[in-house]
């Protein structure tokens, strides 16, 4: 069964520094990983697809990797803002279709400090 | 370009009440969810369906059903409401080239 690990659980962390979240998962025959954003008493919001072919992906101060012989990926967050405030989640796909049921991660919830 | 729409936003039940919470989608994916996501939880899939006319069990179906009659519309219907479905419920989408997940905005439902 894959289980999907997200540490660390919470981060506080002033403006304008860059961060890393991590994301490891135990079974690395997936199909793709996908991270979430989630703001207090909303949806998710999808920020970044890699999928199991691909090493990482980039959109604006976000960059993702994918190291699916380890069973990690991380986020990168470049110039931390306030607005950066969230739960950030991962989410696994795995197998070899696209239509398998993703395994979440109980998240990391970021602050960002003024 | 509305994504995933889920009505109602909130709603308030007393035990044993049914209802439907309605998701639809105008994104023409095949793959539809159910989560439910507890306080302080993660998501926990309740049920999902790769097309119109299939659908199949999560990890905790029980007190729930759905139906997919249309690939746009997926709802999920509370039978007898019971205190521990006090929850929010959302409702995602699935694009079948990419796997890509798209969520709409929850519904949080409270049983009194």
């Known amino acids: 069964k894959q289980e999907v690990t997200q540490i660390p659980a919470a981060l506080s962390v002033p403006e304008g520094e860059n961060l890393v979240l991590n994301c490891s998962f135990t079974d690395s025959a997936i199909y793709n990983l996908q991270w979430f954003r989630q703001d207090p008493g909303k949806g998710l919001t999808s920020l970044l697809l890699i999928q199991s072919s691909q090493r990482e992906q980039t959109s604006g101060r976000l960059n993702a990797s994918l190291d699916k012989s380890s069973g990690r990926s991380t986020l990168y967050i470049a110039a931390s803002q306030p607005g950066d405030s969230a739960t950030y989640l991962c989410a696994v796909r795995p197998g070899e279709t696209s239509g398998s049921r993703l395994t979440f991660g109980e998240g990391t919830q970021l602050t960002v400090n003024p | 370009n509305a994504g995933v729409t889920q009505t109602p936003k909130f709603r308030i039940l007393k035990i044993g009440q049914s209802m439907t919470l309605q998701c639809t989608q105008d994104?023409?994916?095949?793959?539809m969810y159910w989560y439910r996501q507890d306080p302080g939880m993660g998501l926990k899939l309740i049920y999902y369906?790769?097309?119109?006319?299939?659908?199949d069990k999560g990890e905790v179906p029980n007190g729930y059903n759905v139906s997919r009659s249309t690939t746009e519309d997926f709802p999920l219907r509370l039978e007898l409401a019971a205190p521990s479905q006090t929850s929010v419920y959302f409702c995602?989408?699935?694009?079948?080239?990419?796997?890509?997940?798209?969520f709409g905005e929850g519904s949080r439902l409270t049983v009194l």
């Open positions: 995602a989408s699935g694009a079948r080239n990419t796997g890509e997940l798209f």
């Open positions: 994104m023409n994916h095949n793959y």
């Open positions: 369906s790769v097309g119109a006319g299939i659908t």
